[in-house]
C-alpha cells in the first residue's frame, strides 16, 4: 500500500508538473501576444495623432488660401462693379457685390426696365453665378472616387491591417538597432517611417480599381495561323515596343502611334524573320537599337533593328532556350536558359560564352539583377528559383523554395526584391538580400501554359489561363485590377475566354500603363484607372 500511494503521489506531482509548465508557457505566450498588441495600439495612437495633426494643418491652410480667394473674387467684383454704382432710371444704388447678387436672383423685373447699366451688371451676376457653378461641377466625383477607394479599404481590410503592423513593427525595430537619434526622426508631415511606408502602399492600392483599353492592334497574319505571342519588351526610352512568338517574326512597334492612331492604321515600323519560334526578347539598355532574342532551337541571337540585320548569333544551347536577358549594369553582357539544363553567360564582344551553368534540371527564365553584372537569378521547373553570384557558381548563393510547381519566370522589382511565377498559379516576392519569402499572391489561373510576368516598382501584374491580365499591389496578396480579352473569334461565337489565354505581359516603365498579348495574336494596350 505504501508503495502504491507513493507511485500515486508521484504520477499526481508528474501530472502537476505538466500542467504548471503548459500555464507557464500559455502564460509567457499570451504576455508576448498582449504586450505586443499594446505596442501595436501604441503605434495606431500615435498615428492617429500625427494624422489627426496633419489633417489640422490642411484645413488651416485650406482656409487660409479659400479666405484670399474670396477676398480677390471680392476686390475684382467691386472694381468691376463700380463705375455704374447708381442706376439712372431708377435710382437703385448696387452698394456691393451681395446686394447685386441679391438682385440678379429676385430683382431681375426690376432691373430687366433699366437703362444701360443694369444690363452690364446683369452680365457681371451671371459670370460669377457661372464660375461658381462651374467649380462645384468638379466636386461631385470628389465624394464618389473617395467613397470607391473607401470601399476598397474595406474590402482588402485584413490585408491592409497585416501590412500596417508588419511595416510599423518592421520600423520599430530597426529604430531600436539604430537608437533613439533614429527613432525620433520624422517626416515633414511629422509622420513616422512605418507610417509613411504604409500611406504610399495605401495610397498606391486605392488609387487603381480596373485596367481601361486605351489601344488595341493585331499581331496575326492572314498567311500565319499561329498568332501566339511570348513576349513584348519595352525599349531603353519606352519609345518603341518590340513583341515575338511562334509566327516567327520581330516585329517593333512605337508606342505614341499605336495610342493615337485608328487600329486600321497600326502597323510596324520595323519587322525582321527568324529561322524558329521565338520565346524571348530584351532590349539593351545601353545601345538603344540592339534587341536580343531567344527560339526553339536554342539559337541566341543579337539584332540590330535599325539595320534588320544580326549581330551576333550564339548556338551553344542544345535544345530550346526559353530566356534571355541583357545585363543593365554591363551591356556587353547577357544570360540565357534553355531546356538543356544550362544557364549560359555571354559577351556580345566575343562568339562563344564566358561560363556555364549545368542545373540539372530545365531552366525556364533567366534574370539579371538589376543593380549588379555578377548576381543571376534563374527559374527552373525543380520548382526552385536559384540565386547565384556568377564569381562564385559552384552553388547557388541561395534557393528559394515555395511553388509546388515549375517556376516559368522570374523578374527584379529592385535590386532586393525579385518576383517569380509558376504553374501552381501562384506569384511569390522574395527578398533576395536578407534571403526570405515576402509574399504570395493568389488570383489568377496558371497551369500549363506561360502567361507572362511583368513588374514596375509597386506592381506586378501576369496573366490567366481565363484570358484575364491580373494586377497585384506587391504589399496585397488579393488581385488589385483585372481584365478579361473578349474573343472575336468567329468560331468562338460565345467568346468562351477557355478558349484562349494571355500569353505576354509588359509594363511601360513608370507608367500605370501595361501592353498585354493573349494567344489569338491580340495586343492591347491598357492602363491603371480609378
Known amino acids: 500500500m505504501d508503495k502504491k500511494r507513493k507511485m500515486e503521489q508521484e504520477e499526481a506531482e508528474t501530472n502537476l508538473q505538466i500542467l504548471l509548465e503548459f500555464l507557464q508557457c500559455l502564460k509567457k505566450q499570451k504576455v508576448e501576444e498582449l504586450n505586443e498588441i499594446q505596442n501595436d495600439l501604441q503605434y495606431i495612437k500615435e498615428d492617429i495623432n500625427a494624422v489627426e495633426k496633419r489633417r489640422i494643418e490642411l484645413h488651416r491652410t485650406r482656409g487660409r488660401y479659400s479666405a484670399k480667394m474670396r477676398t480677390l473674387v471680392d476686390d475684382s467684383s467691386a472694381m468691376t462693379v463700380r463705375p455704374p454704382l447708381r442706376d439712372k432710371g431708377s435710382g437703385a444704388i448696387v452698394s456691393s457685390p451681395v446686394n447685386l447678387q441679391e438682385q440678379g436672383r429676385a430683382g431681375t423685373s426690376q432691373t430687366r426696365n433699366t ?3 443694369a444690363p452690364r451688371n446683369s452680365q457681371i451676376v451671371q459670370r460669377k453665378d457661372d464660375n461658381h457653378g462651374g467649380s462645384d461641377s468638379q466636386d461631385p466625383n470628389q465624394p464618389g472616387k473617395s467613397l470607391a477607394r473607401k470601399r476598397r479599404v474595406h474590402a482588402q481590410f485584413n490585408e491592409l491591417q497585416d501590412c500596417y503592423l508588419q511595416k510599423r513593427r518592421y520600423w520599430a525595430r530597426q529604430s531600436q538597432k539604430q537608437g533613439e537619434r533614429v527613432a525620433n526622426i520624422k517626416n515633414r508631415e511629422g509622420y513616422s517611417a512605418g507610417l509613411e511606408d504604409f500611406q504610399s502602399v495605401l495610397s498606391t492600392f486605392t488609387r487603381y480599381s480596373r485596367l481601361r483599353v486605351v489601344a488595341e492592334l493585331r499581331h496575326s497574319d492572314i498567311f500565319h495561323s499561329a498568332n501566339i505571342v511570348s513576349s513584348i519588351e519595352f525599349d531603353r526610352d519606352d519609345e518603341l515596343f518590340a513583341t515575338a512568338g511562334v509566327s516567327r517574326r520581330i ?13 486600321d492604321a497600326q502597323c510596324p515600323v520595323v519587322e525582321m524573320s527568324t529561322r524558329s519560334k521565338l520565346s524571348c526578347l530584351s532590349w539593351n539598355n545601353y545601345t538603344k537599337n540592339h534587341l536580343a532574342s531567344s527560339d526553339y532551337e ?7 533593328v535599325t539595320t534588320r540585320q544580326s549581330v551576333m548569333e550564339y548556338e551553344e544551347h542544345e535544345k530550346r532556350a526559353w530566356s534571355v536577358d541583357f545585363c543593365r549594369t554591363e551591356p556587353s553582357m547577357l544570360v540565357s536558359g534553355s531546356d538543356d539544363c544550362k544557364v549560359k553567360v555571354w559577351c556580345t564582344k566575343q562568339e ?5 551553368i549545368d542545373m540539372k534540371a530545365n531552366i525556364c527564365s533567366v534574370k539579371y539583377n538589376p543593380g549588379s553584372s555578377a548576381h543571376i537569378a534563374v527559374g527552373s521547373a525543380d520548382h526552385h ?3 547565384y553570384d556568377l564569381r562564385n557558381i559552384s552553388q547557388p548563393l541561395y534557393i528559394f523554395s515555395g511553388h509546388r510547381k515549375a517556376v516559368s519566370y522570374v523578374k527584379f522589382l529592385s535590386n532586393y526584391e525579385l518576383a517569380s511565377a509558376s504553374t501552381d498559379s501562384t506569384l511569390r ?3 533576395v538580400n ?4 515576402l509574399r504570395t499572391f493568389k488570383g489568377h489561373t496558371n497551369e500549363k501554359n506561360f502567361v507572362g510576368l511583368t513588374v514596375n516598382s509597386e506592381y506586378l501584374a501576369c496573366g490567366s489561363e481565363t484570358n484575364e491580365v491580373f494586377v497585384y499591389h506587391k504589399a496585397i496578396s488579393k488581385p488589385a485590377a483585372r481584365y478579361r480579352f473578349v474573343s472575336d473569334d468567329q468560331n468562338d461565337p460565345d467568346g468562351d475566354m477557355g478558349s484562349f489565354f494571355i500569353s505576354a505581359v509588359c509594363w511601360k516603365r513608370d507608367s500605370p500603363t501595361i501592353v498585354a498579348a493573349n494567344s489569338q495574336g491580340t495586343i492591347k494596350a491598357l492602363v491603371l484607372a480609378a
Do not use: C, Q, R
Open 434 to 437: 536578407e534571403n526570405v519569402p
Open 385 to 387: 528559383v536559384h540565386y
Open 251 to 263: 516585329k517593333v512597334f512605337e508606342f505614341s502611334s499605336v495610342v493615337n492612331e485608328p487600329a
Open 429 to 431: 516576392l522574395w527578398d
Open 298 to 304: 536554342g539559337i541566341v541571337t543579337v539584332w540590330d
Open 352 to 356: 562563344a560564352s564566358v561560363l556555364t
Open 115 to 117: 437703362d444701360t447699366g
